[in-house]
């Protein structure tokens, strides 16, 4: 079981471009949730995705958009990229009918906005 | 307030017991988490804990529940140098039936030889 998956590892753009970000979550797993982290800040909730529909969604505007696929993987899209969207974006993945919500990380794709 | 609350930093010496703490803000999570990080990578699960609990204990690890003060602690016993790294707690937020995590800003665990 290869875990959680993300790619790219890294990435630079320049403001006002756009971005995808993609996820393959851990086998057996059905719910998708993506994080921001800035540096020296704890992640932050930014949507969740189950059977192909956002859930839940974080406090980030509507240049953050997401997909969910039939696997289960996912993609994060950002359009009109700022200087403050640098940050190291984490996906996490879970099954929704486990009671605990554990959730597993990936290594995260870490994006840079010049 | 919304926020979880952690201290920032600790240093400790190996082989001491580290104690990191944590303030949640919604006492209706049902389970409370720990995650690891270490520098350049992900976050792992170390330890989570059912609200109805007080302490619960794996290996090394000891979790502490104050649900009347919403104070959550993580202990480590017997640190050692690979233990450095930034910790997390979570709290679990619950909208419709869909559950996701508020986390703290982490603490940074600094151990020396």
């Known amino acids: 079981d290869a875990g959680v998956t993300q790619s790219p590892t890294h990435l630079i753009k320049t403001r006002g471009q756009q971005v995808t970000l993609r996820c393959s979550p851990k086998?057996?797993?059905?719910?998708v949730s993506w994080y921001q982290q800035a540096l020296g800040q704890g992640p932050q909730f930014i949507f969740q995705?189950?059977?192909?529909?956002?859930?839940q969604r974080g406090n980030f505007p509507d240049r953050f958009s997401g997909h969910q696929f039939p696997n289960y993987s996912s993609e994060l899209n950002v359009n009109a990229l700022l200087l403050g969207d640098s940050a190291l974006y984490l996906c996490?993945?879970?099954?929704?009918?486990?009671?605990?919500?554990?959730?597993?990380f990936g290594p995260g794709t870490r994006l840079t906005v010049l | 307030g919304e926020d979880v609350e952690q201290s920032l930093f600790l240093s400790v010496r190996e082989g001491d017991s580290s104690v990191i703490n944590c303030t949640y803000t919604?006492?209706?999570?049902?389970?409370l988490y720990w995650y690891k990080q270490e520098p350049g990578a992900g976050l792992q699960l170390l330890t989570y804990?059912?609200?109805?609990?007080d302490m619960k204990q794996d290996q090394r690890l000891t979790v502490l529940l104050n649900k009347k003060d919403k104070h959550l602690s993580l202990r480590i016993a017997d640190t050692q140098t690979g233990d450095s790294a930034i910790y997390f707690c979570?709290?679990?937020?619950?909208?419709?039936?869909?559950?996701?995590?508020?986390f703290g800003k982490g603490t940074m665990l600094l151990v020396s030889p």
């Open positions: 804990i059912f609200s109805n609990m």
């Open positions: 919604d006492s209706s999570s049902t389970y």
């Open positions: 979570a709290e679990t937020r619950r909208n419709s039936g869909y559950s996701t995590l508020t």
């Open positions: 086998s057996g797993h059905d719910t």
């Open positions: 996490a993945s879970s099954f929704l009918g486990q009671q605990v919500n554990e959730q597993f």
């Open positions: 995705y189950y059977e192909e529909e956002e859930r």
